[in-house]
């Protein structure tokens, strides 16, 4: 976003966290210190190939997450949260924590239960 313009805080937070697999992906790597591409993918099962890796740089671009490459033998790259990603981890807690009641009010099953404790 431009310097100096005045942005809702609420769009900020949209367009930083928004999206159909952002929050999943944090949720994710919010379990374990880091995580590769495939056990990323593996855990969110449905998420395409493109859409994984296209959240996943929109996410490292706003700073929420690191992307480390290891050129071994067998080379793999690695995903962690940043310190601005463990930032936001009490705010989402708490959206989580207000989802759950609300579905819990409405009679809907809650379906990750990685996510209750993020």
């Known amino acids: ?3 100096n313009e005045a942005v809702c805080p609420l769009k900020y937070l949209s367009k ?3 999206g159909k697999w952002k929050l999943s ?9 880091s995580q590769r591409y495939t056990t990323i993918k593996r ?3 449905t998420i395409t190939n493109t859409m994984l890796a296209q959240s996943l740089r929109e996410l490292e671009a706003d700073g929420i997450i690191n992307r480390q490459e290891f050129f071994e033998k067998l080379p793999h790259v690695e995903y962690s949260l940043t310190e601005r990603g463990e930032r936001a981890l009490p705010m989402l807690t708490a959206a989580a ?13 809650v379906n990750c239960t990685k996510c209750q404790s993020i």
């Open 1 to 3: 976003m431009p310097d």
């Open 16 to 18: 930083t966290f928004g």
């Open 25 to 33: 992906i944090i949720c994710v790597l919010a379990s374990k210190n």
């Open 43 to 45: 855990r969110l099962r």
């Open 97 to 109: 924590e207000w989802a759950i009641k609300e579905m819990a009010f409405e009679n809907v099953n």
